[in-house]
Structure formats: C-alpha cells, structure tokens
C-alpha cells in the first residue's frame, strides 16, 4: 500500500508575543486527505422542523411479499459473483486514504465551532441563518429583504483591524467629496422645498433631524445615506488572522447618512410673477450624521461552478488552506503568491506555495490532522471542507436557511466640521402664505 502524502494546513493559535497568529503544520505535522464515499451530514432537523411521521407497519402479505423479493435479488447476486469473480482491490493512490467511513461532520455544527474559537457573533448570526425559512438573497443590495439590525453594532465592528481607520476616512474626507456634497444638497434641498411649500407660515423652521420611523432601517439607508466606505477583510484582521467581524461578515461597508441639518434663510417675494411668489434663499449646515454598517449574509456564488471555499471544519474548530482562510483574498493574484500587509498597509507578494492540498485550487475531500500518534480518524482530527454550495444543499433538503441583510443600528456623531451648502432659491405662491390676500 503507497504511503500517503501529508499536506501542509493552517490553524489559529497563540503567540507569546504576537497574540492570534497562524501557524502552520508541515512534514510530518501535516494532514491526510481521505477518499470516502461519505458526505457532510445534513440529516439533522433544522431548527423548528418537524421530524417526519412514522413509517407504517406493512400488513402480513406485504411482509410475504417483500422477502420474496429481497431472496430473489440474493440468488441473482450469487449467480452474478460466480460469473464476474470480485477484483482484486485498486491499489491505494499516494495523495490520499481511502477508508468507506469517517467520524460524521453535521453542517449544523458549525455554530458551535465558532462559540468555541471565540466568535460568539458569527456563531449567533450562523444560527440564525439555519433557523429562518428558506431564502435566497436575490443581489439586490436595497432590495426588500428579511434583515437583522440587533446582533451586530457599530461599536463592537470597531473593535477590530482597521475598521476605526477606514470610519474616520468616511467621516473627514469622503463625506466631503465632490459626489457626496451633490447628494446631500439633492436630498436636503428636496426635504427643505416639501417642509417650505407645504406650510402657510412665514417664517417656518426649516432645520431638521432624521430618524428611523417604525423600525425601517431598510428606508431610512434608501432615503439619507450620503456616502459609504467599503471595509475588506484585511481591515478586520488582528495581526493577519481572523476575528470575530472576519467570520461573521468579511467585506463589508460603513455608510454615513444626514442627521441633523440648520437652515438659515433669508426670505423675499417675487411680485414680478403671476401670481406673486414668497420666496427664500437658504444655506444649509449639516451638523451631525449618522454612522452604521451594513452587509448581507448569504451564501451566493458569482461563479456556480467554483463556490466560494469556507474552511474545513469540524465540532471543535477550522483549519484552512489559505493563510488568511478565504477565495476572496485572492481576488486577481495568482494562487501562488502570498499576501500579507507591510508595515506601509501595502500588498506585498511572496513566491510561496500558498495552497495545500493542491497548487491552484482547494479539493473536496476531507483531512486527518493526525494529531495523536497511534490513531487515524480520530474525530477531534477529522475536517470536512465547506463551501458556499454545502449550505445551499442543505437548504434544497430542509426548506430552510434564510440570507438576510446584516445592519447596524445608525448611531449619531457629530462633524468637527460642519458642512455648509447653498441651496437653491425655493419659492410658494404668495397666496398660500399667512399673510397673503
């Protein structure tokens, strides 16, 4: 029997002077891939799923019936064997074992996983996904969508990597691009010329503040975000490995929204039209804004015939392939580059053999870590490689596992700054006005 080829595999642990690094096992600390023809669990209920009724007792005659048949297909098998004699068995190939069974993985015990590498909000937002009803994400990023803004908040994001760097970005330059200035001038004049056009008083109070109404965060995004800030999953690593905010939402994006607005104005009457027009010229000063998160959590594919690779896991952990543990870090680098950040935030690539398992591509076979010296496929040491398609497989099967958008409630700050626009001369019919005849 060939002597399997153990492979090189990552995982998460601690540093005496670095904190969470990853550190790699190689040699004879390597895994062995297994062939087997058997699969992740998805046999376990879904949460609130109700078990399937109790098959019926079959009557004497199906009994009768039914061993007939099942003597029938023995003597067939027999004479089958003695014409066809059983092959030797194949040779075991080197790149991986072949055992018929392995210690089970069920895809419901991911959550757990997490809980136990401390990430308690991944695991939370995992559970949550399994116990919803079956939905699929349709990519459309204001679209109508079951949505979660209680479990993730903008102050537990900042916690990590770089996501407080990529927030005062948003906040002391990008909300002051020439794009953003465009869009809060649009959105405030219209809600100054709807509060101005739509009163008889001459001197109405124009300033205001936005709030979420009823709970609709989903609204409130559509109708005062201003600009936004895409965070990848290099900003919420801590010294290159995954966090908590890596798991539960890898690339994600902070948006900044109008909060509180003053107007001043200066008010005037066009007697030259017919009729008379009052009229006011007014500037605005945005104040305050609100800050928030927001992401969906889905398991969609851009590419259905390569889904997105997601770790191999098991009961007590992960292990990867990839050093910082996803397809998408790769984006356009070749595989057998390595990339990690400087000292100056830049990309740097290293000619190494970022891969395991195979150069190019993960494979789908689950490995033994061999951890213990005298035992194969313990089940601490088994992983099972999931993908973005192994949870929609198990959708397919359960009729559940709900994608959902991920916000963060809008927390109110106030600019160092404030923005001041002119806005655009806005004018009522004179008779609409208190005073007017």
């Given at each position: 029997m060939a002597k399997v080829r153990k492979v090189p595999y990552y995982t998460i642990g601690s540093s005496v002077f670095h904190g969470k690094v990853w550190k790699k096992h190689d040699g004879s600390r390597g895994a062995v891939p297994i062939n087997t023809p058997q699969k992740i669990?998805?046999?376990?209920?879904?949460?609130?799923?109700?078990?399937?009724?109790?098959?019926?007792?079959?009557?004497?005659?199906?009994?009768k019936s039914r061993q007939a048949e099942a003597d029938k297909y023995k003597q067939l098998a027999k004479q089958s064997a003695k014409q066809h004699p059983k092959e030797p068995p194949k040779p075991q190939s080197d790149d991986a074992e072949n055992h018929a069974a392995i210690p089970e993985f069920d895809l419901q015990d991911v959550p757990d996983a997490m809980d136990k590498m401390g990430w308690p909000i991944a695991a939370t937002i995992a559970r949550k996904w399994f116990t919803g009803p079956s939905?699929?994400?349709?990519?459309?990023?204001?679209g109508e969508?079951?949505?979660?803004?209680?479990t993730v908040t903008i102050d537990w994001a900042l916690k990590y990597g770089k996501v407080q760097e990529r927030l005062n970005e948003l906040v002391s330059a990008d909300i002051r691009s020439e794009k953003a200035l465009a869009l809060i001038r649009h959105k405030v004049t219209e809600h100054v010329t709807k509060t101005f056009t739509g009163t008889k008083s001459t001197n109405p109070n124009l300033g205001f503040e936005t709030a979420v109404i009823n709970s609709d965060i989903r609204q409130f995004h559509i109708d005062w975000q201003i600009q936004r800030k895409m965070v990848d999953i290099f900003d919420t690593l801590d010294r290159l490995t995954l966090t908590d905010l890596s798991a539960t939402l890898g690339n994600f994006i902070l948006y900044a929204a109008i909060g509180k607005v003053e107007i001043s104005k200066e008010k005037f009457f066009k007697y030259d039209r017919k009729p008379a027009e009052y009229c006011i010229d007014s500037v605005a000063k945005l104040t305050?804004?609100?800050?928030?998160?927001?992401?969906?959590?889905?398991?969609?594919?851009?590419?259905?015939?390569?889904?997105?690779?997601l770790g191999h896991w098991n009961r007590s952990g992960m292990v990867t392939s990839y050093i910082l543990a996803a397809n998408d870090l790769l984006g356009q680098i070749r595989p057998g580059w390595k990339m990690r950040l400087d000292h100056n935030d830049k990309l740097e690539k290293k000619e190494i053999n970022w891969d395991y398992l195979s150069i190019g591509k993960e494979i789908d076979k689950p490995v033994d870590t061999r951890r213990r010296f005298f035992r194969k496929l313990f089940k601490k040491d088994v992983y099972w490689p999931v993908y973005n398609r192994t949870y929609n497989e198990w959708r397919a099967k359960h009729k559940r596992g709900e994608d959902f958008m991920i916000y963060s409630k809008p927390e109110l700050r106030k600019l160092k700054t404030p923005i001041v626009i002119k806005l655009e001369t806005i004018c009522r019919p004179y008779f609409s006005t208190a005073t007017g005849r």
């Open positions: 669990s998805y046999d376990r209920l879904a949460p609130g799923e109700a078990p399937p009724p109790p098959p019926t007792r079959p009557t004497a005659n199906q009994s939905h699929v994400y349709n990519d459309k990023a204001d969508q079951p949505l979660d803004d209680t305050h804004i609100y800050v928030y998160l927001k992401d969906n959590y889905s398991f969609n594919d851009v590419d259905h015939s390569n889904s997105q690779y």
